[in-house]
């Protein structure tokens, strides 16, 4: 076997044994990108590297769950919340049967940017961001994300309020205030 047989060889028998147990299978979309073709179709696609791939996930009959990185992921500082709550996850899926096949989204915090000191900071609220988003239905949302902005940084206090230290809504991830007092103003 090559590399990339040796690679589709293990994602199908780590599949085939947990299915065996009646585990769900989820899969990074490389592997629906390399050989979709041969998946179980019990699995379900997580599409993280970006546009396009989920709208040929539900297409092919698949579930599949968005958190693609040029909008979606939290250590890609220079991504304002504005893009978090703009991001569609069924772009381009326009059958409604397809559309229900993209079982929800993620935003996504990978390590190399953060510790322990700005871990919050870099979480909220642009996740707060994404939830909102995810769960309002598409006629509801805000057309201008301008609206949400007070309930955002109402939600942003709320958070300081308890403890948690997300960063302001002006600027991008990890921004600083713009002056002292910010959720007393409110």
């Known amino acids: 076997m090559n590399e990339s047989q040796a690679y589709q060889y293990f994602v199908l ?4 044994i947990a299915l065996s147990h009646g ?8 592997t629906f990108n ?13 599409n993280w ?5 989920a709208q040929r996930v539900v297409a ?3 579930r599949c769950i968005v958190s693609n990185q040029d909008k979606w992921y939290l250590d890609h500082l220079d991504t304002p919340w ?17 559309q229900k096949l993209v079982i929800g989204g993620e935003v996504c915090m990978w390590g190399e940017t953060v510790d322990g000191s700005d871990i919050e900071q870099t979480i909220w609220p642009r996740a707060a961001a994404a ?4 769960w309002t239905p598409f006629d509801k949302l805000a057309k201008n994300p301008r609206d949400v902005t007070g309930r955002l940084a109402h939600f942003r206090c709320l958070l300081n ?6 960063a302001p809504v002006a600027g991008l991830g990890r921004a600083a205030p713009e002056g002292p007092g910010s959720c007393y103003r409110q």
């Open 13 to 16: 028998r780590a599949q085939n």
């Open 23 to 30: 585990y769900e299978i989820i899969n990074w979309e490389e």
């Open 34 to 46: 390399d050989f979709g073709n041969k998946l179980s179709r019990k699995t379900v696609v997580h």
């Open 49 to 53: 590297l970006g546009g396009g791939v």
């Open 60 to 62: 092919s009959g698949l």
């Open 82 to 98: 504005q893009e978090f709550y703009a991001n569609e996850p069924l772009t381009n899926i326009t059958n409604l049967k397809q």
């Open 131 to 134: 939830a909102e988003r995810l």
């Open 161 to 166: 309020q308890r403890g948690v230290a997300a």
